[in-house]
DNA sequence: TTGTAGGCGTTATCAT
DNA sequence: ATGATAACGCCTACAA
């Protein structure tokens, strides 16, 4: 008695005693679609008699596009990328569209095995974090013909379409507060810069900023690691043994900043007054905590947003810009101060 | 001179010099599919010659299966539900599956309009989490056909599958924590209750340990705030203000939790000397911070996996066991104590 | 306004 | 092992 499979378009016009044609167009979202009111409603009804579902597939084939977008982040269990993610879907669906999500390990190989695979899914549009990728994922993103953006970072050369900002003038800016606070003995806990823009333009910001002032960072005062509470506690303590002296520590995001937090209370460093602390991002928890972390406010909300509305804009055919520069304002709170005795 | 459009199988079959149904069989991922090496060799060279990428829709309307799983999410930028996302797709990753996410804001009405959405997608499987949705996203659900899976939670009924925990329970054992420590007055920040199962199960779990001993919770105790740290700061600010003389509070989460403990330190409240706190969910941060948080740890990266793990076999044809109870033990930090005085 | 019919790119069945 | 060819379910000129 059970109906051999689901009811197809046929089976609703049959119903409704119209053409699958008039059938498809009444039932269709956009457009007018030629029909008559009372013509659309029977089929409506007969649609939702029936439990229709329109097979997506064959839609798409049909239309050559999915209503989907794909994403190829980095991993979404990071504070931010999880609120750009949530941000983008949150757009997205208000648009009809849907998210296709890939997330790696910050691994470009792969990354250019779920770029290839959101393509092939039929992804209408891309996004991507960053502009290090595989010359494999910049050829698969031409030859797809499908426009793509670029977030968190932005495109020196100009050629791609992008929504984020300067790591690295955000980073000038971070460190220059500190040389103006009166540190001069700075170290660093920078995220891991290989396969990583973002981290690395930090680290060089950083870099950059000392030297305008005529000052170095010697490599014992740099320490690379993972993005994660634990590994700033470590750090620290690993910077403290190797190349202490300093008075101010650069994080490469908020929760390496943290954990530096962390682990300097636990060793009776007190901050700001002995150690002033800078990290990146401005994730909830940098204004949570007690002592409120001084950071680089990074819109990832935002971006995530925006990256989707650019892409909607694009599919629509509307023109947009090619670069979005969002603000990224330093954020003073209480984790930083003159160095003691000054 | 540039080709039309993207090159189809048909292509890659004249290049070939073979027939379609060759082409086919010989870039066929699976089954060795009777294709002699020389053939199999010779369209593979001329699909990567062509730049031949398939068609998803395409190869999805003839197969009936898109190789995407569905997942409906409350907001991805919780700590927790970001990692079971990640987890997910990276499970979903390694068996060439990929991840078709929506995310709300713990809106039953945008979650059926999500699932509804992933179903016309063609996703093969469905993950939602927790048991409450509208009778509308169940019928759809059933509808379908499809393999789902609940997940964080239980099915009481035993008529779902599902992976996740009794939050109940391991309310009920944390809650008894406290009260073996000696608390007899004991404040709550739950999470939101409404359309969130495990929140509300967290909650009744502390009601049911209490009254297991003689105790009830007074409705001035109780304050149900949205899982942030800010939230959780404001709550137990409320808590001192409006019901004082509580020694221990149970969060509905690591986050409420930490929020508590940020504001009893900015009032001088010694943790867990003069307050006892617990958590739940065990995130990050919980281990992270100098005070360490006592919570209950949920395994949110294997519920992820194992959610994905579970449908992708079913997807196989094997037969899975209905209910998968992963642990959630009480884990013990720095941030519970006997009540002063005891 | 409605109907007819061709096409979208693959897979799968059935011969050969 | 390989080749025709019929689905797969929907959309959309084009015709009426």
Request: proline share 5%; hydrophobic share 45%.
């Amino acid at each position: 008695m059970e109906p051999r499979s689901h009811p197809r378009l046929a089976d609703v016009a049959r119903s409704a005693g119209v053409s699958i044609a008039t059938a498809s167009r009444a039932l269709s979202f956009f457009e007018p679609g030629q029909v008559s009111d009372e013509t659309r409603e029977r089929v409506r009804q007969a649609a939702v008699m029936l439990g229709y579902v329109p097979h997506g597939a064959a839609r798409a084939l049909a239309t050559r596009q999915t209503r989907t977008i794909g994403a190829v982040f980095p991993p979404v269990d990071n504070p931010v990328f999880a609120s750009g993610t949530h941000a983008l879907a949150q757009e997205l669906a208000a648009a009809g569209y849907t998210l296709l999500l890939a997330s790696h390990d910050y691994d470009l190989q792969s990354e250019l095995a779920a770029t290839r695979a959101l393509i092939e899914r039929g992804a209408d549009a891309l996004v991507l974090v960053g502009l290090v990728h595989l010359p494999e994922t910049y050829a698969a993103l031409a030859r797809s013909g499908l426009p793509y953006e670029f977030t968190w970072s932005l495109d020196a050369s100009g050629q791609h379409h992008c929504v984020g900002l300067s790591h690295r003038s955000a980073s000038i800016g971070a460190t220059q507060h500190l040389l103006d606070l009166g540190h001069s003995e700075i170290a660093v806990i920078a995220g891991q810069t290989k396969n990583n823009d973002r981290a690395l333009e930090r680290l060089s910001g950083v870099r950059d900023a000392l030297s305008a002032r005529g000052l170095r960072l010697p490599a014992a005062r740099v320490i690379e690691a993972p993005f994660s509470i634990a590994e700033g506690r470590r750090a620290l303590a690993q910077l403290l043994e190797q190349a202490p002296g300093f008075t101010a520590v650069v994080a490469g995001n908020d929760l390496l900043a943290i954990g530096a937090a962390v682990e300097c209370r636990s060793r009776g460093i007190t901050v700001p007054a002995e150690m002033s602390l800078v990290g990146f991002d401005d994730i909830d928890l940098a204004d949570a905590l007690d002592i409120g972390l001084t950071t680089v406010h990074v819109p990832s909300a935002q971006i995530g947003r925006e990256g989707g509305r650019r892409l909607l804009r694009r599919l629509r055919g509307e023109s947009v810009a090619r670069e979005l520069e969002v603000e990224a304002p330093l954020v003073l709170r209480d984790s930083t101060a003159s160095p003691r005795g000054r």
